[in-house]
């Protein structure tokens, strides 16, 4: 499995989702970091963009940083209706004049016809989707399957709560530019997304399930394993489209935000949180130290 981003999964799971709540020690909770000067700190907390219901994942000190931030910084945009995407999707996502079946190998395509006809999408609505839109489809229908809910992920909380309380809201991307990291693939990029997709896409639920537990319990280096090690062996090229170079990009926006002041609370999948290309270790090259906070 890869991340994708908003990213989201480890294969194809990291884009639109990351975790759910396991059996994690009682007393653990989901990591938060602080980078700060002499005007100004800004935390960094790691998001589960789908999760279950009943999942909880807020604690005190979760609560008291982002209290005391003046305004809210998300991974992307969150638009108040998720039909909002779809103009979007339809218009990256589709290729209505060369069949996705001309694309792939007969091996390919005949696993990806299994999986989507085991979910209920006839085939000719997974025949005019780009790899990258099938690689996604197939890999978020078992989590929503499983009780996994984009309603419940954390951004959707945070933002519902940040407007709550009147907090600015603010976003590293767009909408568009999110969608475009996938429509910008390279041919051979999408294919080799959407196999890599196929090849967890039955173990789906239970990677997420294993995913959250280390989330919830701040297992930086569980996540790393699960979430980094093996995209940057295996497919390099996306680990370095949908990870690093966007780290450090964030990075470059974050240098310009502390050198204002107040208080921010960063929210961003919890993926960019993790490694050795961390949005962390971006930040440590310009200089920048980010702590836990305990």
């Not at 807020?58 to 998720?82: G, L, N």
């Not at 779809?86 to 004049?97: I, N, S, V």
């Not at 909380?157 to 429509?183: D, H, M, N």
Request: net charge negative; charged share 25%.
């Amino acid at each position: 499995m890869m991340i994708l981003p908003n990213a989201i999964r480890r294969g194809a799971l990291a884009l639109i989702a990351l975790l759910a709540m396991g059996a994690a020690p009682a007393f653990a909770e989901p990591s938060l970091w602080a980078i700060k000067d002499k005007d100004s700190t800004i935390y960094l907390f790691g998001t589960v963009h789908v999760l279950k219901p009943q999942t909880q994942w807020r604690s005190a000190r979760i609560t008291k940083a982002f209290t005391q931030a003046d305004d809210v910084v998300m991974e992307i945009e969150q638009p108040d209706d998720p039909k909002a995407m779809q103009p979007l999707m339809l218009q990256y996502g589709l290729d209505r004049t060369t069949p996705l079946s001309s694309k792939l190998s007969p091996e390919t395509y005949r696993k990806l016809q299994a999986a989507a006809q085991g979910m209920g999408f006839p085939p000719q609505a997974i025949d005019v989707m780009r790899p990258w839109l099938a690689a996604l489809t197939v890999s978020l229908t078992p989590l929503l399957q499983a009780g996994y809910d984009p309603e419940s992920g954390v951004e959707k909380l945070l933002t519902a709560q940040a407007k709550a309380a009147g907090k600015p809201i603010s976003a590293f991307e767009t909408a568009e530019q999110q969608v475009r990291f996938f429509a910008d693939m390279t041919p051979d990029q999408e294919r080799e997304l959407l196999e890599s997709t196929l090849a967890d896409v039955d173990e789906g639920p239970a990677k997420v399930d294993a995913l959250v537990a280390a989330w919830a319990a701040g297992d930086q280096g569980e996540l790393e394993r699960q979430m980094v090690d093996e995209m940057s062996r295996d497919y390099p090229d996306l680990y370095r489209l949908l990870l690093v170079d966007r780290n450090r990009d964030w990075a470059g926006q974050l240098k310009t935000r502390l050198a204002g002041s107040g208080v921010s609370f960063v929210a961003v999948g919890a993926g960019h949180l993790t490694g050795p290309d961390s949005l962390q270790a971006q930040l440590a090259k310009l200089g920048i130290k980010a702590e836990v906070v305990e």
